[in-house]
């Protein structure tokens, strides 16, 4: 089921959260990105990335539990939730941010359909300087 929200006021800025693969999938990594899109989101600054596990839904937790807005780019229908455990997550974004898909309702999320979506992650936020140093994949 989709749930449509009412438009609230967006943020002035919406940055593309790219950077942190150096981090990677370590306590470190999880618990910088959560400061760092935490701190953004309380400056003003929409977090979008992709709603995968690990990196993504830290950076997105963050940004809600900051204030901040926030923008999932899918890899599959805005009406199918993957990674499955991101359920709440996704209401969570549906209610406060916007989920954002290239492909049609229903559409299941095939390994092929991520890099077809990650240019849609950058050019949500092309006017936002490219030192956001995040990278939410």
């Known amino acids: 089921m989709v749930k449509m929200s009412e438009p609230s006021e967006p943020s002035a800025k919406l940055g593309s959260a790219f950077g942190l693969l150096w981090l990677g999938e370590t306590a470190y990594g ?3 990105c959560e400061r760092l899109s935490g ?3 309380r400056a003003g ?3 979008t990335s992709g709603m ?3 990196i993504d839904t830290a950076a997105h937790k963050a940004a ?7 923008v999932a780019v899918l ?11 991101n359920r709440k997550l996704a209401g969570e974004i549906a209610t406060r941010g916007l989920l954002l898909s290239e ?3 229903g559409a299941i999320a095939f390994p092929q359909n991520f ?6 992650r950058t050019s949500s936020s092309e006017n936002v300087p490219k030192f956001v140093p995040l990278r939410l994949m």
């Not at 809600?64 to 926030?70: I, Q």
């Not at 890899?75 to 455990?85: A, I, M, Q, T």
């Not at 890099?115 to 849609?120: A, G, L, T, Y």
């Open 30 to 32: 999880l618990a910088a």
């Open 39 to 41: 701190d953004l989101a």
């Open 45 to 47: 600054l929409g977090i």
């Open 52 to 54: 995968a596990r690990g």
């Open 64 to 70: 809600l539990a900051g204030g901040g807005d926030t």
């Open 75 to 85: 890899g599959c229908g805005v009406d199918v939730v993957y990674p499955s455990e």
């Open 103 to 105: 492909f049609p309702m």
């Open 115 to 120: 890099p077809v979506r990650n240019p849609s």
